[in-house]
């Protein structure tokens, strides 16, 4: 396996954006090894995302036949190898290294100063450019640490990429009982806090039950956006818990009656948190059944919608329960949502499995209550499967 044996063997090798060729390889590839290619998922990368001021590839020919090919999307500093592949039946040992090789050269053309091969979307990427051993490190020293995903984001591409390359979950937490509702107990304090003056008291429980969800979190990986009312306003330790796991502060709107009076309790909770920028709000409730003193029922999206843009700060997701994987869009506001409690569901889609599959392809906001965390052990069941199984088929949980 060299590139040696590819310039003897007449394999020539050549910059190209052309990428049906890199489509074709990577689909040999997958085909050979009995692997199931998303190739919607490949195709919105090579045909929606990449142009030439993002990507190029390499392709290897032999006799005028393309036979393996490289392809590799960069931003300022950073080339990102991702996909390889090459031709099943015309198989030469070195045309694959060659094309990466002239890859990584271009690269440094291009004065990129780190060649990342971790984003590489085929397993045996490692294996194919440890065959190169010396040749490699003149140029680069291998970036092991970066991610993709990270970089790209901080790079300001997130809105391409964010849905292109990554098959993710969002997670939204609703903090709704300030003492859980697991006890008659508990309920009585949650509700006397939120109609009437209680204490914030630690000595209480306050904030118990996503104290549980946040160290749940926070052990298993999960990030996540947490929406707090003023009357759930976070402590102490769950500021602690929010920053240890890289979670996100939201506000959940309760006296939605009018702009002035979301206004003015909005700037009460930035007030009370001045450690935290404020990500987004959400709206408490699902538009009938008054809950809590200050709550105004109705549930209006599109007035929220225009009030985040008067205040800039942004309102993702609505209320609403999905019932169709065509719910998931790729838009700003996601209107409708899966819900870890199963009263909240769509028969039609009702299953953590299914949400799975789903989310190998599109981004999935599911929304969870920590109070039924605490209490209900279905709530606990479903949401530890998710986290289980989306953490055995690699889909990410991202905050947007
Ligand atoms: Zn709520």
Request: aromatic content about 14%; charged content about 25%; overall charge positive.
């Amino acid at each position: 396996m060299s590139k040696k044996k590819a310039i003897k063997d007449n394999v020539t090798s050549e910059l190209t954006y052309d990428y049906s060729i890199i489509k074709q390889m990577v689909e040999h590839t997958f085909k050979r090894k009995d692997k199931e290619l998303n190739s919607t998922l490949i195709s919105k990368i090579l045909n929606d995302f990449s142009n030439e001021e993002n990507s190029f590839s390499f392709a290897s020919k032999l006799k005028n036949e393309n036979i393996a090919s490289s392809f590799i999307v960069y931003d300022s500093d950073t080339a990102y190898y991702l996909l390889g592949g090459y031709h099943s039946l015309k198989k030469h040992n070195g045309a694959g290294v060659f094309s990466l090789f002239n890859a990584i050269k271009e690269a440094k053309r291009r004065n990129l100063k780190t060649f990342d091969f971790e984003g590489s979307m085929l397993p045996e990427v490692e294996k194919y450019f440890r065959a190169f051993g010396g040749e490699l490190t003149p140029y680069y020293t291998l970036n092991k640490a970066s991610f993709l995903l990270e970089t790209l984001l901080k790079k300001g591409h997130r809105s391409q990429f964010l849905n292109f390359i990554f098959m993710p979950l969002i997670l939204r937490i609703d903090v709704d009982k300030p003492y859980g509702r697991k006890t008659v107990f508990e309920k009585i304090k949650s509700k006397l806090k939120e109609d009437y003056w209680f204490p914030k008291s630690d000595y209480l429980n306050y904030l118990k039950s996503n104290e549980l969800l946040l160290n749940f979190c926070n052990k298993n990986k999960v990030k996540g956006i947490f929406y707090y009312r003023n009357c759930t306003t976070p402590n102490q330790l769950n500021r602690k818990l929010l920053k240890q796991g890289n979670h996100k502060l939201g506000f959940h709107a309760e006296n939605t009656r009018s702009f002035e009076t979301f206004k003015a309790e909005i700037d009460i909770f930035i007030n009370a948190n001045p450690d935290f920028n404020l990500h987004s709000f959400t709206k408490h409730g699902s538009g009938n059944v008054t809950i809590g003193k200050n709550h105004y029922a109705p549930y209006e999206p599109k007035k929220y919608l225009y009030w985040s843009q008067k205040i800039d700060i942004p309102y993702l997701f609505g209320n609403e329960i999905c019932d169709s994987k065509q719910n998931f869009k790729e838009e700003y506001f996601i209107p409708k949502m899966f819900w870890i409690h199963r009263d909240y569901r769509s028969p039609k889609l009702n299953k953590i499995e299914e949400l799975i599959e789903i989310a190998k392809n599109k981004t999935v906001p599911v929304i969870i209550h920590p109070s039924n965390f605490a209490a209900n052990k279905h709530v606990f069941d479903d949401f530890t499967k998710l986290v289980t199984l989306a953490s055995q088929n690699k889909i990410e949980w991202i905050i947007p």
